[in-house]
């Protein structure tokens, strides 16, 4: 019986046509040689800063309000004294 299978790929193998791929028939690319030359980078101008001017000057308490609201700090309030009562610190608030 294996015999008849043999048989039966041996030709299949013969009747199939024999298909080219792109791969053998495409030319490879030759790379170039890559060229090092040497730049003086020491002297590059760089363009001046100029911050833009503002009127107002806020001092850190006032940035710190920007960001923080007084929602905020009451939620982190509320937070840290009741870590505090969940881990039984000695301490009185």
């Not at 792109?22 to 040497?38: L, M």
């Not at 107002?56 to 006032?62: D, F, M």
Request: hydrophobic share 25%; with cysteine.
């Amino acid at each position: 019986m294996d015999d008849d299978d043999d048989d039966d790929d041996d030709v299949d193998e013969r009747t199939a046509p024999l298909i080219k791929t792109a791969t053998n028939t495409s030319k490879k690319k030759v790379a170039r040689p890559t060229t090092w030359r040497k730049v003086d980078i020491s002297n590059t101008p760089f363009p001046t800063y100029t911050h833009p001017t503002s009127g107002c000057i806020e001092s850190p308490y006032q940035y710190f309000k920007r960001y923080f609201s007084p929602q905020l700090i009451s939620n982190i309030t509320y937070q840290t004294n009741l870590y505090v009562t969940q881990k039984d610190v000695n301490t009185s608030l």
